[in-house]
C-alpha cells in the first residue's frame, strides 16, 4: 500500500447510558496508512472527530489485552488489526460480545473477574520454603509443560467467541481454564486439589460443547481448547479416583 493516505469508512457501536436508550451505529471516514491499527483509527476518531468516543487500550503491542473488540464480528485486539485489511470496504467496530456494555466499546467485567479469582491463578507452594533455602528451581522440561498457557493476557478474546459462554454466563470458560492449567501443571505449586473443585463443578469444564473457536481467536497461541480437552480427560479421572480415595483422605 502507498504511503499516502486513504479513506476508510468506519462504523461504531455506540451507547451513552446516560442518553441513549439503546446501542446504535455511528459512522466516521478516517484518513490512514498502511501502517496504521484499527486502534489508531479509534484514537484518530476520538481525538479529531468525536472526543465522546469512549474505549479501553493500554500497551499498543498486543501485550495488556485491553483493546480486545468485535471486528467485523470477529474478536480481535484493535493495536494488533491493521485498516488496511478491510480497505475499501467499510468497517464495523463492536464492543466485546457476551458481556454487558458499559458505555461505546468498553464493556463490564465484574464477572469475569469474579470467576478468575476463583481459579485461584497464583502459586500455592507445594510445600513450605524459607529464604535461606533459596529459591524453587525449576528444569527445562518441567518449564515447558505450562509455558504456552503461562502466555494467556486476559484479554478475553475467547470469551467473546464461545456461543456456551454467551448462554451460560455462568460457564468457567476456556481462558479461565487456560489460566488454571498454568498454574496446576506448575512443579512448584500444590493447589491442584482446590482447583479441582472448580473444574469438576456444573459450570466448569464439562460445560464446553468443544465449538474450538476460542483457540482460533487467542491472539497468543495459548489454545486453550486444549486446556479443556485435557481437564475434560483429568475431571473423568478425579471422579474414578475420588470412589477410591475421596480428595479429603489423599495426602
Known amino acids: 500500500m502507498e504511503d499516502s493516505k486513504k479513506i476508510i469508512e468506519i462504523e461504531v457501536l455506540r451507547y451513552r447510558p446516560e442518553e441513549d436508550n439503546e446501542p446504535f451505529w455511528q459512522s466516521y471516514q478516517v484518513p490512514f496508512t498502511g ?80 470467576r478468575l479469582e476463583t481459579i485461584k491463578p497464583y502459586l500455592i507452594p507445594a510445600e513450605a520454603r524459607t529464604i535461606e533455602q533459596g529459591e524453587y528451581l525449576q528444569t527445562p522440561s518441567q ?3 505450562y509455558q ?17 459462554y454467551g448462554m451460560n454466563p455462568k460457564f ?3 481462558g479461565h481454564m487456560a489460566l488454571l492449567h498454568r498454574y496446576n501443571s506448575d512443579s512448584r505449586d500444590g493447589g491442584s486439589d482446590e482447583r479441582m ?34 481437564y475434560k480427560l483429568t475431571s473423568s479421572m478425579d471422579y474414578l479416583l475420588n470412589w477410591v480415595a475421596p480428595r479429603s483422605t489423599r495426602k
Open 35 to 114: 501502517d496504521m491499527s484499527v486502534l489508531q483509527g479509534l484514537q484518530f476518531i476520538q481525538d479529531d472527530l468525536d472526543p465522546t468516543l469512549s474505549f479501553r487500550w493500554s500497551c499498543r503491542m498486543a501485550i495488556c489485552g485491553s483493546c480486545g473488540m468485535m471486528i467485523q464480528g470477529v474478536p480481535k485486539l484493535a493495536c494488533h488489526t491493521f485498516l488496511r485489511n478491510y480497505y475499501p470496504g467499510k468497517l464495523r467496530v463492536g464492543p466485546l460480545e457476551h458481556f454487558p456494555i458499559e458505555r461505546d466499546l468498553v464493556v463490564g467485567i465484574q464477572d469475569y473477574v469474579k
Open 143 to 145: 518449564l515447558d509443560r
Open 148 to 164: 504456552q498457557f503461562s502466555a494467556c493476557i486476559n484479554c478475553m478474546l475467547c470469551y467473546a467467541a464461545c456461543p456456551q
Open 172 to 174: 468457567i470458560g476456556s
Open 197 to 230: 473443585e472448580v473444574v469438576n463443578d456444573e459450570d466448569g469444564v464439562w460445560g464446553c460443547t468443544a465449538i474450538l473457536y476460542c483457540s482460533v481467536v487467542c491472539p497468543k497461541q495459548v489454545d486453550p481448547a486444549n486446556a479443556i480437552n485435557m
